[in-house]
């Protein structure tokens, strides 16, 4: 049986880790040996996943893979995805209030996806995707720009993450990195 363990992130903070092992879910993500040792289970047809932080953020991760997919546009799941996340209460009725709030989401639409076997072989996509992470990831959130993980990326995501993009983007600058210039020049004078 193919084994692997799945830590996923959507927005800062989200994560799962998949796995059956001898070892607790607080600890799925914390080295690439356990990570390896630690199994996603094929139960019949469709995968059984287990969550780091209980049954609950299994449901949310897969409200929110079901949205990604049935919007297909960032600029309609992002948001949606932010407002859940920092809607407190159970996540099914978080999900409700969001939806009411956005334009282009369809609440049936992804809350039926997300009890199917779609939604089951979705989420299954995601643990690929986060297997096939160049470097493995060892920890969560395990960040990536332009598909490269660094520990000075890692590091400035965290920390200066306008400031990061601001310096990764090849266009012309937005208003919001004028900003952050002269923030960055403000505190070169005051040294
Ligand atoms: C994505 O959604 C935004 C906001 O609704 C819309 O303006 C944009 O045209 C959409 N993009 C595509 C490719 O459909
Ligand atoms: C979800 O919302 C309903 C209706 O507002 C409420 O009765 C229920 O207790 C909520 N469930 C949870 C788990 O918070």
């Known amino acids: 049986m193919k084994v692997w363990v799945l830590c996923i ?16 879910p607080s600890l799925w993500c914390s080295s690439t ?42 600029s309609v799941y992002f948001p949606f995805i932010h407002c859940i996340e920092t809607t407190k209460g159970h996540i099914e ?8 709030k956005f334009k282009g989401i ?21 643990a690929l995707l986060t297997e096939a992470l160049q470097p493995p990831h060892t920890y969560v959130p395990w960040v990536t720009l332009n598909g490269v993980h660094t520990d000075d990326i890692q590091d400035m995501a965290e920390n200066d993450l306008v400031n990061l993009i601001c310096q990764t983007y090849q266009g012309p600058k937005p208003a919001g990195c004028q900003k952050e210039e002269n923030n960055l020049m403000h505190s070169c004078l005051r040294i």
């Open 33 to 74: 040996e356990i990570a390896e040792e630690c199994q996603e289970k094929k139960d019949g047809s469709s995968w059984e996943f287990k969550c780091q932080h209980g049954e609950e953020e299994c449901i949310g991760n897969i409200i929110e893979t079901c949205t990604i997919y049935l919007t297909r546009n960032i």
């Open 106 to 126: 369809d609440l049936d639409k992804i809350m039926g996806c997300s009890k199917s076997s779609l939604g089951n072989e979705l989420e299954h996509q995601m």
């Open 9 to 24: 992130f959507f927005v800062a903070g989200t994560s799962i880790c998949l796995g059956i092992c001898r070892f607790p």
């Open 93 to 100: 009725n978080a999900t409700q209030k969001c939806a009411s």
